[in-house]
Every structure is written in C-alpha cells, then in structure tokens.
C-alpha cells in the first residue's frame, strides 16, 4: 500500500536487525514501543490464547509493515510475529513513525491497509468453512511462494522452514490432514516435502488446485 518512496524513506528511520529462523520478531503482550518494516524473510503472525493453543492469523513478507496497529492504539500486542525463514527488518519508534505517518500525510494509505488485512482475513475464514483442505492447502502455498518472490517463477520453488504443524494451522486442520494433502499435492506431481520444507515443482499444477480444479 506505500509507494516505494515511502518505503525507502522508512528504511532510513531506524536500523536494520536480523532474526534468525523461528525467532520471535514482536512478542505478544509486550507495549509497542516499536513496529518493524520487513525487508527480507517470511514472517508468520500468530495468536496464543491462555490454554496454550495457537491460532494463526497471517503470513508476511518483504514490504509489509508488523505490529503498527498496537504503536497507533497505544495498547499490547494482542499477537505474536515469529520469524519463518531468516529476517531482516527495520526498527522503527513508535514515536518517530507516528510522526512521520504524520508529516506524510500516510493516515489513509494504511487504513487502506488495514482494511485490506480485514478483508484477508474474512476471505480466509470463509475458506475454512466452504474449501477443501487441500484447496486451501495449494493457495496457503502460493501464497507463500509469492511472499518469497517467486509467484511467478517456471522452475521449482523451495519452501523453507515449513512444519507440518504450522501449515496445518494456516489451512486449519489437523497434522493428519495436512499430511493427507500433502501426498495428493505429491502424487499429482505439484509439490515434492522435504524436513521442514515444501518444493514447489508445478507451478500451473498448484494453481488449477488452488482454483479447485484438480488437474487431469
């Protein structure tokens, strides 16, 4: 939703920190004395209830914003973003940016945003209730592919630092399930798993899946 200008121009406001793989990038809970600007990685966004289950909320990449709804309301963070893959991001202070969202004149460019997460987010919990698993399974991979950059690549595509778990969370369902989609999404010659890892083979393929047209 911010132009590339703006972009550079947040990139010059604080300094860059790395996060190694399956770092905790923002925790839940804590004040938001500070957002982040991601310049490389996937991140995932998650939210722990007090029983110790864990929901997932979104996937985010390079140019996304994370944890600016808590610096502009002034309260906790009601999610945590952990690191998917290495991570680069810059620091941003809540104060800093808020006057620089100011100064911009931005205020509508990220409610456009925000908006657009809500309506991410509608559309995803629709999808758990009328689509198949492994429907949602091959658009939650995409989806990751185009994080990554490669939305559009011809060859394979390697998804790194994926567990079963975590996939079974963002397609919502269970370990077995995921793994039972999986192996259709093998057979079919879309993706090849690895160790916390998907390979995307057939691009084509995995779409005509995400449209739920299994291929022929």
């Known amino acids: 939703m911010l132009s590339e200008e703006v972009w550079l121009e947040l990139r010059a406001l604080g300094p860059s ?56 309301h002034g309260t ?14 810059t620091v941003l202070d809540a104060r800093r940016f ?29 999808e758990l209730l009328t689509l198949p698993s492994v429907v949602r399974l091959a658009r939650t991979l995409l989806r990751l592919a ?25 397609v919502g369902v269970t370990r077995n399930a995921v793994g039972t989609a999986l192996q259709r999404l093998r057979e079919a010659g879309a993706v090849e798993t690895a160790r916390r890892a998907v390979v995307i083979k057939d691009m084509g393929a995995l779409r005509l899946w995400a449209r739920g047209a299994e291929p022929m």
Do not use: N, Y
């Open 98 to 126: 808020r006057r620089f969202v100011e100064e911009r004149g931005l205020v509508m460019d990220l409610m456009r945003q925000t908006l657009a997460r809500l309506r991410e987010s509608d559309a995803h919990r629709t």
């Open 76 to 89: 906790a963070r009601t999610a945590e973003v952990v690191a998917l893959t290495p991570c680069t991001a």
């Open 17 to 72: 920190r790395r996060f190694r793989e399956r770092g905790v990038m923002l925790r839940q809970g804590a004040p938001g004395t500070h957002l982040l600007a991601l310049t490389e990685g996937i991140a995932k966004v998650v939210c722990r209830e007090p029983g110790g289950a864990v929901t997932w909320l979104a996937f985010r990449g390079p140019g996304d914003l994370l944890g600016e709804v808590s610096v502009f």
């Open 146 to 170: 185009e994080l990554g950059g490669h939305g559009s690549e011809p060859g394979a595509v390697r998804l790194s630092g994926l567990a079963q778990e975590e996939l079974a969370q963002a």
